[in-house]
C-alpha cells in the first residue's frame, strides 16, 4: 500500500465516523431544525463518500449520482428552511 492508499482509508473511516454522528443527531435531534441540517450533513457526507470512491477506481460512472443527491440535498433544506421561516413567521 502506499500513501494514497492509506490516506483513502483514513478519510473513509473521518467520513463513516462523522455520518455516524450525523444519523445519531438525525435520530435523536431535540427540534426539527437539527434535524434537517443533519440530514443536509447526511447529504454531503453521502457525496463526499462517492467522491471518494470514484478518486478510489478512477471510474467515473457515479458522477451524475453525485450531483444528484447533491442537488437533492440542497433543495430538501432549502425547502425545510423555508418551511420553519413561514412556521415562526405564523407564530408572530
Same mark, same amino acid.
Given at each position: 500500500?502506499?500513501?494514497?492508499?492509506?490516506?483513502? *482509508? !483514513? #478519510?473513509?473511516?473521518?467520513?463513516?465516523?462523522?455520518?455516524?454522528? *450525523?444519523?445519531?443527531?438525525? $435520530?435523536?435531534?431535540? /427540534?426539527?431544525?437539527?434535524?434537517? $441540517?443533519?440530514?443536509? #450533513?447526511? /447529504?454531503?457526507?453521502? $457525496?463526499?463518500?462517492?467522491?471518494?470512491?470514484?478518486?478510489?477506481?478512477?471510474? #467515473?460512472?457515479?458522477?451524475?449520482?453525485?450531483?444528484?443527491?447533491?442537488?437533492?440535498?440542497?433543495?430538501? #433544506?432549502?425547502?425545510?428552511?423555508?418551511?420553519?421561516?413561514?412556521? !415562526?413567521?405564523?407564530?408572530?
Amino acid at each position: 500500500m502506499n500513501v494514497l492508499d492509506y490516506a483513502m *482509508a !483514513a #478519510t473513509a473511516v473521518m467520513l463513516s465516523a462523522s455520518a455516524g454522528l *450525523a444519523l445519531y443527531r438525525l $435520530v435523536r435531534g431535540p /427540534s426539527v431544525l437539527d434535524r434537517t $441540517v443533519s440530514l443536509s #450533513t447526511v /447529504s454531503v457526507l453521502l $457525496v463526499s463518500f462517492i467522491g471518494l470512491e470514484i478518486a478510489y477506481r478512477g471510474d #467515473t460512472a457515479y458522477t451524475g449520482v453525485m450531483v444528484s443527491i447533491a442537488l437533492l440535498g440542497f433543495v430538501a #433544506t432549502l425547502t425545510a428552511a423555508r418551511f420553519a421561516e413561514r412556521r !415562526a413567521h405564523d407564530r408572530d
